[in-house]
């Protein structure tokens, strides 16, 4: 069975510091990897994905992520918050072959302190 | 071209009375899903869709819940009759036929469902 782990359902930063949202996996197989945005009133936005091509992901508005196969982690990052990176973010699982079922975390609410 | 559009985006019942969400995926979508989040929680995976067969249906709670997808377009979640436990917001998703790597999961807004 597949899961991931989250750590920290709130993270709060300052505008312009260093993001860092944590995710672990578990999975019997290599995986694909995802995380997702959701911004307020709005469904979940593709932010990046991990495919075993490189293993440094970069995504959109400057977010990226490292999969780590020693430490079963796929950490997403960004340099420097912004205001409008505000948003809940949802690390996700899918096992490859068949029809790919994608397993959720219990996602963390990003906050941007100006 | 159009995004996965669900209907009604809030909805507020009695405990008993029966709710049906709608959704609609992106034209051509064979793959279809149901998600539920609890609040807090994380998001879980109820059922699958392949055009109009049911290809996994094993995160459907109990038999309150009934999911069709008739002619291989929009799909119905109908919850009969409602508990206080199935508060929660509904997404659903679709993607191309194809492994997830290509053709990832493009969500509609939610619908939002209290039960009081």
């Known amino acids: 069975a597949q899961s991931v782990t989250q750590l920290g359902s709130h993270v709060s930063v300052s505008e312009g510091a260093l993001v860092l949202l944590r995710c672990n996996y578990s999975?019997?197989?290599?995986?694909?990897l995802f995380w997702y945005v959701q911004y307020p009133n709005q469904g979940l936005q593709l932010l990046l994905k991990?495919?075993?091509?490189?293993?440094l992901v970069k995504g959109i508005n400057g977010f990226e992520a490292e999969f780590k196969k020693s430490e079963t982690s796929f950490h997403l990052t960004k340099p420097s918050a912004h205001m409008r990176d505000a948003a809940e973010y949802f690390c996700?699982?899918?096992?490859?072959?068949?029809?790919?079922?994608?397993?959720f975390g219990t996602g963390t609410k990003l906050q941007v302190i100006p | 071209e159009a995004g996965v559009t669900q209907f009604p985006s809030h909805s507020v019942i009695e405990k008993g009375q029966t709710v049906t969400l709608r959704c609609d995926p992106i034209?051509?979508?064979?793959?279809l899903y149901w998600y539920r989040r609890v609040m807090g929680k994380e998001i879980k995976f109820l059922l699958h869709?392949?055009?109009?067969?049911?290809?996994?249906e094993s995160g459907m709670p109990n038999n309150r819940f009934l999911a069709e997808r008739t002619g291989g377009t929009y799909s119905t979640l109908k919850v009969q009759p409602a508990e206080l436990e199935d508060s929660g917001v509904y997404f659903c998703?679709?993607?191309?036929?194809?492994?997830?790597?290509?053709?990832?999961?493009?969500f509609g807004n939610g619908t939002r469902l209290t039960v009081t």
């Open positions: 034209s051509g979508h064979d793959n």
């Open positions: 991990y495919t075993s091509a490189a293993t």
């Open positions: 996700a699982v899918s096992e490859r072959g068949g029809y790919q079922k994608v397993t």
């Open positions: 998703a679709s993607r191309q036929t194809g492994s997830s790597y290509n053709s990832p999961l493009h």
């Open positions: 999975s019997s197989v290599p995986p694909y």
């Open positions: 869709f392949v055009k109009e067969s049911k290809q996994d």
